[in-house]
Nanobody, 127 residues
């Protein structure tokens, strides 16, 4: 059984920063792409970004490019989402997820490519 546990969410003022963490257990996460998604109230869950298994390839939602950075520490089985210059539009529950297939980097923006999800962490940005 794979478990993903997010942490690091909270309340921050517009322009501030937060770093989310996602700790994986039960699977060698270093062999899988990992994704971050978010869901705002009344909206569908949307792709934020993803990182490949080795950490040398990332992809982001256009609206977060240049502000958000995904990284990973495979020794700790942990993936990070550094969020800078936050705006109220970034307010959402943020989820991490692990890809279904090892060493695969295709269509990583699609929710159905991910096998396991964390419980989510709330990020609230005040204006």
């Amino acid at each position: 059984q794979v478990q993903l546990v997010e942490s690091g969410g909270g309340l921050v003022q517009a322009g501030g920063s937060l770093r989310l963490s996602c700790a994986a257990s039960g699977r060698t996460a270093s062999q899988y792409a990992m994704g971050w998604f978010r869901q705002a109230p009344g909206k569908d869950r949307e792709f934020v970004g993803a990182i490949n298994w080795s950490g040398d390839n990332t992809v982001y939602l256009d609206s977060v490019k240049g502000r958000f950075t995904i990284s990973r520490d495979n020794a700790k089985n942990t993936v990070y989402l550094q969020m800078n210059s936050l705006t109220p539009e970034d307010t959402a529950v943020y989820y991490c997820a692990i890809h279904r297939t090892s060493f695969t980097w295709s269509n990583v923006w699609l929710r159905n490519k991910y096998a396991y999800w964390g419980q989510g962490t709330q990020v609230t940005v005040s204006s």
